[in-house]
């Protein structure tokens, strides 16, 4: 097997199992929580959207205007921002539940995270496909910081599922 193809390999599975690691770390836990009211589940919803934030703001987002541009990454930021605005308002046409069916009151919520959560991972697996091709130490790094921030995603699901 020549180089280039194992490097292609290991780029591959690492995109692959870093989204999983994450997701199945974040979903096993949230099988462990005790209390299911609504107030808990939005405690930990808001602690899990402030750390998301954070790594994103402060790990992912100064690695990308490094190694492209900040015009590169605004306009991912824009593109992304529209999509969820479309989504959004796609979604929006589905029954909502009422107050005395409290069954599926994240619904709506969770098919939205479920689908942005799909999106997000595809270029997430290719910058990290193409930063382990470049330099495997630091594309082992960010896949480390992708596994984190993984985890509240799949914390996150598991609450609303």
Do not use: C
Not at 26 to 49: Q, W
Not at 100 to 126: Q, T, V
Request: charge should be neutral.
């Amino acid at each position: 097997m020549s180089s280039f193809l194992r490097t292609i390999l290991f780029a591959g599975v690492s995109g692959f199992l870093t989204s999983w690691i994450g997701l199945f770390i974040g979903i096993l836990s949230s099988s462990f929580m005790k209390s299911k009211e609504r107030r808990f589940k939005g405690t930990v919803l808001g602690i899990l959207g402030g750390f998301t934030l954070g790594i994103v703001f402060f790990d992912l987002l100064p690695d990308s205007f490094e190694a492209g541009s900040i015009y590169i990454a605004i306009t991912g930021i824009a593109v992304g921002l529209i999509i969820s605005v479309y989504l959004d308002g796609k979604l929006s046409h589905y029954e909502v539940p009422t107050l005395e069916d409290k069954s599926n009151s994240f619904l709506k919520a969770s098919i939205f995270m479920s689908i942005g959560i799909g999106i997000h991972n595809l270029p997430s697996g290719i910058a990290l496909g193409s930063l382990i091709s470049a330099t495997p130490v630091v594309g082992l790094q960010l896949a480390i910081a992708l596994i984190l921030h993984g985890i509240p995603e799949g914390l996150t699901l598991g609450i609303f599922f």
